[in-house]
């Protein structure tokens, strides 16, 4: 049974991370909103869609910044006990400082999960629609490429024909076992082109042993080399992925899959499906350390310099956490390392400070 002081600590930590997050919820639009309304811009949109377009995307920017809002949220969590006297009350009953910290942590844990599970799948079906709709806005809907377990598709439509690409393997700027089927506008076949290989750096790509049938002439021609001009090249086609918020756990080890039926790198993949594994252990980390900064830091009175000495360091972690990525992103180190090391280094700092904790 959980006894009352845990009951009351634990509503007051929900209590502080709603504020935090409605507060930051509302930095997010605002900033956001200025984004979306220079791009209905260019696109001579209406009002109405970088306000739906915002909405739709707080969700994913706001599960970004989720360890500095738990962080901070600790902060505020501890100022409410003391500006209460409430720490010394729960000391005179027995209540130290291990105690509060240990509610607050697997409370953290609880929440990280419950993240994980509901919330991420919502912000990602939000993100989804969010890109989906920013894609159908530009009024490009003629080029389009998609990966499954077939390969790599590409549809595009150049002049008066539309082109379905399709490779069996795709890696940075190789494809190979390559079909490109040439339509007219009524979707009738005009020509076959087949290749074993090509190089697409460029938007020309340059296409090995290319066999071209005609559907009309029921001829064929062969090339050495054979030039096609696309709107895709390696980094365009890449960058189409990187976006991996707009995915659940299901559809991240589904792409994963794909990904290796065509030979192209899980890296990413396996970095965000890491970073989402970790986030409760990082959530309740980023708990503790708040708690240790609260008891060691209680002489301070000014709540702005606590709150600053909070958001520095949550800057320092996060730099911790984007350069080891970088590494696992160069593939330095494994994703996994890459992605949990941090956690490990945070971990350590976390036990030397909870061992000296009831000294406070």
Not at 87 to 106: H, M, Y
């Amino acid at each position: 049974m959980i006894k009352k002081y845990e009951n009351y600590l634990i509503k007051l930590f929900i209590k502080n991370i709603l504020i935090i997050s409605i507060i930051f919820i509302f930095i997010s639009f605002l900033l956001n909103i200025f984004e979306e309304i220079k791009f209905a811009e260019n696109y001579n949109k209406s009002f109405f869609n970088p306000v739906m377009l915002t909405f739709l995307n707080i969700p994913s920017i706001v599960f970004e910044i989720l360890p500095f809002i738990f962080l901070i949220s600790s902060m505020f969590f501890y100022i409410n006990l003391y500006d209460n006297e409430e720490i010394e009350l729960l000391r005179t009953n027995g209540v130290n400082n291990s105690k509060i910290t240990l509610v607050v942590a697997v409370t953290s844990i609880f929440l990280g999960v419950f993240l994980i599970i509901i919330y991420y799948s919502l912000s990602a079906s939000l993100k989804n629609i969010y890109l989906n709709l920013k894609y159908k806005l530009t009024e490009d809907t003629n080029h389009l490429a998609v990966v499954n377990q077939s390969g790599l598709w590409i549809k595009e439509k150049i002049g008066n024909s539309i082109f379905i690409v399709n490779a069996n393997s795709f890696n940075k700027n190789d494809l190979e076992n390559i079909t490109i089927s040439q339509l007219d506008n009524d979707y009738k076949p005009i020509n076959t082109i087949i290749s074993n290989n090509a190089n697409i750096e460029k938007r020309k790509w340059m296409l090995n042993d290319v066999k071209i049938i005609s559907e009309i002439g029921k001829n064929n021609i062969n090339y050495k080399q054979y030039t096609y001009v696309s709107s895709f090249n390696g980094e365009i086609i890449s960058n189409l992925y990187s976006n991996l918020n707009s995915l659940n756990v299901i559809e991240l080890h589904k792409l994963k899959k794909n990904y290796n039926s065509i030979g192209y790198s899980t890296t990413e993949v396996k970095l965000h499906l890491n970073k989402l594994y970790s986030l409760p252990i990082y959530l309740t980390l980023t708990t503790i350390i708040g708690s240790l900064l609260m008891f060691r830091l209680n002489y301070i009175k000014s709540k702005f310099f606590l709150v600053m000495i909070g958001v520095l360091v949550s800057v320092v972690f996060y730099y911790i956490n984007y350069f080891s990525v970088l590494f696992g992103k160069n593939e330095t180190f494994p994703a996994e390392i890459s992605v949990w090391l941090p956690q490990l280094l945070i971990l350590l700092i976390c036990t030397l400070g909870l061992l000296r904790l009831n000294e406070n």
